[in-house]
């Protein structure tokens, strides 16, 4: 069946530090492949989004890679500050839509 | 706010009890979504409808009853529910791909 992993144990950084979190996938062939942060008690917020024949996307201090052969994304934020703290959902996605696959997430926490 | 609402924020009640939990978009979109997550899990898909059809149904049980009237509103009716159906139920949003999430109703059955 298909199955996304995250790095079930939370991530503690110190701030200013680049944090790397990783998604790994098998028996799935993502066409899209999509990082949502969520804080406590609250929904998740669509990050980024990042197709399967691009390599890399960034958007200010996040940076996301998509290797289809690895079956991997990792996500990156550099200059990490307190308020990055929060959950990181990896989220694949086919080409017809619908039919999302969240990860569990990976906890992370940013030390001043 | 990412125009996903969510009524109520939270919810306790009893297995005998029947409720409804309600979710409201103003965003455009024509896809709309049930979710139900649990504690250290990945969320769960429950329910899809796209342009207030079901398109896709998780093999939910059958206390679990959805209802889109219209594209911009979206309901999941609760009827004698079971303790290990507390979770945070959260309602999206999509015009293709990417999710909006509204802030999800806590609940609690006991």
């Known amino acids: 069946s298909q199955k996304i992993e995250q790095n079930s144990e939370a991530l503690n950084i110190q701030e200013g530090k680049t944090a790397t979190l990783t998604c790994n996938y098998t028996?799935?062939?993502?066409?899209?492949l999509q990082w949502y942060r969520q804080d406590p008690g609250r929904g998740p917020v669509f990050l980024l989004l990042i197709r399967e024949n691009e390599k890399e996307k960034r958007k200010e201090r996040l940076k996301v890679t998509f290797d289809t052969t690895l079956k991997q994304s990792l996500f990156h934020i550099t200059a990490s500050q307190p308020a990055d703290s929060a959950t990181y959902l990896c989220a694949l996605d086919g080409t017809g839509g619908f039919k999302t696959i969240f990860g569990a997430g990976t906890r992370l926490f940013v030390k001043a | 706010e990412t125009g996903v609402t969510q009524t109520p924020r939270h919810l306790v009640m009893g297995m005998t009890n029947k409720k409804s939990l309600k979710c409201e978009q103003h965003?455009?979109?024509?896809?709309m979504y049930w979710y139900k997550q649990s504690a250290k899990k990945p969320l769960e898909l429950m329910f899809v409808y796209s342009l207030e059809e079901r398109v896709e149904n998780n093999s939910v049980p059958s206390r679990f009853s959805p209802e889109c009237p219209n594209s911009s509103h979206l309901f999941l009716h609760l009827h004698t529910l079971q303790p290990e159906d507390s979770a945070l139920y959260l309602c999206a949003s999509s015009p293709g791909h990417t999710q909006y999430f509204g802030p999800g109703t806590r609940l609690t059955v006991l």
């Open positions: 965003l455009g979109h024509n896809a």
């Open positions: 028996n799935y062939s993502p066409a899209y």
